[in-house]
């Protein structure tokens, strides 16, 4: 692959915003991402989205038609780079009808730009070495395919992959995995100047809690630039998030921790609530600190003692995050399935749809020093009954009764840092968690335990509330509204709440026009407070 730019920002199909967008018109939508300012928003990267969703296969092709009409060339200084579905979930057949999308978009751009519109994809829920190598020989023979029935490039390197990684303990052995996939490409004969790789926040701060994802992502990054140093392959990665705390924080206004945050990123996504809730102009000027000021940006260097001590205080916020997880994932999956649908998705559960993986905190005891620690977390096992809801209408679920998911198991494991490893530890965890202050500082504004006690059990509350006591002690934040528009999100909270109890209560039951009526309105309102907060989930 010749000597390609690195985009700063992609944009996303994410379902996080307060307003619906139809596949009809994401087309429109990424080609309007894509061109430059004031016409456009300046992004520089448009992720067609396969995974879960009902996107056409011809998606692809009309975005790059559609900036091809513009005199945008896809495939030089803007991308079009589509994240195809995982064979493994939603089956080979699927993946291989999306890699076919990037035959005819490939075909079109050639004809009018001697350009390759295409030259990566997206693989998501990477499991391992095994998997991206076999989906890499799918890659080859779309490629082979289209040289003999369209006359393009028989060259294998044509079309890279981006491994997708966002779960435990995969996130924790990216060198690991990296490693070996780069030296099975050469052992099948391929070139790999560079590599980008994609780190999930949303899905893994779902299954073990915000914190470990925040960490585990940091420690992803210093892993990844450990292999460029090893190999000399150019390393870029990518980092999935929202503009709500718990899926990432990436906002104008809190651009300064993101930076600092998530150095040696190369690439930040930026999504649908970031372009719709935050607005266009916001998103502009993202998008232009973004470009300026990313590709500068170093990751942490860690040395073999501090990832230790980071991966034993990963486990004890897992620890505390799952034990109030379990107990009330069952109430939170019914508020999740009320949540509006913002895009065309597959059903979170059906015959072509599937749930997000449960936890599993077993396997990460295996990565952890303290034994003792260890311990308790292979007696954490979720209940195998559970199907999880997706991450987006998890977060907005907690918002919509009072309980931010930043909160749970975060005060609890600052205070066993400091109980466990003492004050050294937890100053050095503070540091290198720069940005807590500003996402706890958020996610308190939005806190009513009061409300949250009519949905969920009282053993999570009064964990949630000692939770707040140690994030009050150790950063100085008082919970509870901090402004006229915060107290009114409380009183429309309160207000949506008896309506909230009753549609829940009728799962599973026959919804009367009265009922409807309220279910129409409570949707209305999940919206309300979705944009006032600057995203719905």
Known sequence: MENLKIPSTLMTQHPDACRYVP????PQEAIFSLTPPPEGLGLEEAMVDFEGKLTPYLQTSQIVLGLLSKGIIPGREIFVTPRIPSGREEGVFRQLMALMSIVESNYHAWKQSQTYAVREV??????????????????????????KEFGLSKDPNTIQLIPLVETIPQILEVE??????????RDMGLTTERLRFMLGRSDLALSYGMVPAILANKIALAQGHRIQEKTGVAIAPIVGGGTLPFRGHFTLENVENTLREYGGTRTLTVQSAMRYDHGYDKTRRL????????????????????????????????????????????????ISDLIPQQRDRLARISEVGYARDLPHPRELADLITDSDLAKELRKLQPKKAAELPRA????????NIGLPPEIIGTGRGIEEVRERYGESALRKFLDYYVGLKADMSFACRFVNLKNASEFLPASVISQADEDLKFIRENTGITPGPQSKEDRFYATILETMK??????????????????????DLVKEWMLKLGKMRGGLG
Not at 23 to 26: D, F, L
Not at 176 to 185: H, K, P, Q, T, V
Not at 295 to 320: A, M, W, Y
Not at 498 to 512: A, F, R, S, T, Y
Request: glycine content about 6%; some cysteine.
């Open 498 to 519: 008896p309506m909230l109890k009753n549609i829940v209560g009728l799962e599973g039951k026959e919804i009367l026009s009265d009922e409807r009526t309220e279910y």
């Open 287 to 334: 998008a232009a600190t973004l470009k300026e000021r990313l590709p500068s940006t170093s990751p942490s260097r860690l040395d073999d003692e501090t990832q230790s001590l980071l991966l034993n205080i990963i486990g004890i916020f897992v620890k505390h995050y799952l034990w109030s997880f379990q107990a009330m994932i069952e109430p939170m999956c019914k």
């Open 23 to 26: 596949v009809q018109e994401e």
């Open 392 to 399: 987006i209408s998890y977060t907005a679920a907690l918002y």
């Open 122 to 147: 997206i693989l998501p829920m990477c499991t391992g070495t095994e998997e991206l190598l076999s989906v890499r020989e799918r890659v080859i023979d779309i490629i082979n395919l289209a040289h």
């Open 176 to 185: 690991s995995i990296l490693g070996s996939y780069l030296a099975g490409c």
